[in-house]
């Protein structure tokens, strides 16, 4: 069992909806379909101050240089691009704020609520928390074990890799998950119509200290696996195609991605 | 309790593409919360939001798609988007001809996963409370009577917009109510039962 340390709290509270912005200091897509002009209408985005010190090395927070000695990674590995070094942080740091908002989301609501009502203290079944939540406790299984093998492997960018290769099939439960999302999103409508309930999870979302409410954090996991195609496309490209050791990363990368780019068309 | 059973609202799937940055997070933002976020980001993916609206008598739920704009954060989700949708409304900012000239491109995606011809389909200009407008109206007109969409200009930001958006929204609500629901019911959803206020003891307890 691996000990997971406190992410820096200014980051946790005010970053509840998204865990990337399109305008943070990694614009990973260089090929970006994106105009790259200001958001001059939607406003500036309000990433707190602290995220753009995540893409430096001798700033990042000191949770995870302990935990995972990426600092020293990337003195032992002096060939490593910067460019990668900054891809697997960024894979690692998001895999641990993502994991820390799905167990945020069980202790903070999945749990509470089925005690109420196992108590018959709401007006709530368990069947329509079954549909709000979907699977998320499973997603949240298979995260940890992926976190505890991200943490495990910091020896090497391979291992990295093969952590998402050898667990491939299992991201299959987003299949499930990002299926039911529009039907789980409809059953929060229905049932934050009672009073009673949605007080609860007015309630319940204070305790958490979440800016947002809980439909923004069931959003997650479909966000999360948006996301991986990117990550490791990132990593892809920014890997040197000349090395032996960065051709057998690349293809690893290759490889992760179509895994998990294919969750989407396997559902259809 | 069988007397007071309502029947369920339908539920419709809209789904709102167009490039990034035109602003589709802030015009469904608008139109289900009736107000301006006040600081959007990339949307990653999706975003759900869902909206009652009255038709005549009927009320349907209207469940919008907020999608990304940008390929990284849609890619591998594209046809996951318009399954099922019952409606498509293509985003553009006047204020940026860019965007106005990638709606073909729109269209053609929407074209490749959509097989019914009868899906609803309007085109929407955003921004259009800003001076620097690039796409002038005429043009835009032509261009939605040649693809028979029908084109609204709004600004999700002004307050005197607000009816004009639901104004959109409620355009596709009335053609939609004369099909049936697109949203088939997920296998093994509980059946719903009118609940009470303060009903302790269940039906089959």
Known sequence: MITRNRPPDARQKVDPGVTWSANNTYDFDTGSTDSGKPPSWTGKPTRPTSYSSVSSASSRGSYLSDSLRLGALAEEHQRLPVAVEQVINELIETEFAYLNSLQEVMTGYLTPLRQEVKKNALPLTMAEIDVIFLNIEEIAAFHLNIYEKLCQSHENLTSIANVFINNSEQFKIYTYYCTNLPHSNSMLVDVLDRPRVRAALAELQKKLGHPLPLSTYLLKPFQRVCKYPDILQAWQIRTPKNTKKGGGELDLGHKVEMTVGSVASRQL | ?205
């Open chain 2, 1 to 205: 309790m069988e007397g007071s059973k309502r029947t369920e609202p339908r539920i419709f799937k809209i789904i709102v593409v167009g490039d990034s940055n035109v602003g589709k997070t802030c015009l469904t933002y608008r139109f289900v919360e009736e107000r301006f976020p006040s600081n959007t980001e990339a949307t990653i993916g999706v975003d759900f939001r869902e909206k009652r609206v009255q038709v005549d008598t009927e009320i349907i739920r209207l469940q919008i798609w907020d999608t990304a704009g940008q390929e990284r954060f849609r890619k591998s989700m594209v046809s996951h988007y318009y399954r099922n949708a019952a409606a498509v409304i293509f985003v553009y900012d006047v204020t940026c001809e860019q965007s106005f000239r990638n709606i073909p491109k729109w269209i053609t995606e929407a074209d490749q996963h959509i097989l019914h011809t009868d899906v609803p389909r309007l085109l929407v200009g955003t921004k259009n409370d800003l001076e620097s407008q690039e796409v002038i109206r005429q043009r835009a007109q032509r261009f939605a009577d040649a693809n028979f969409l029908p084109l609204f200009e709004v600004s999700a930001k002004s307050e005197s917009s607000q009816s004009q958006i639901n104004a959109i929204f409620l355009t596709v609500a009335h053609k939609l109510k004369q099909q049936k629901p697109l949203i088939p019911k997920p296998p093994g959803q509980p059946v719903m039962i009118e609940w009470e206020e303060d009903s302790r003891s269940s039906c089959c307890g």
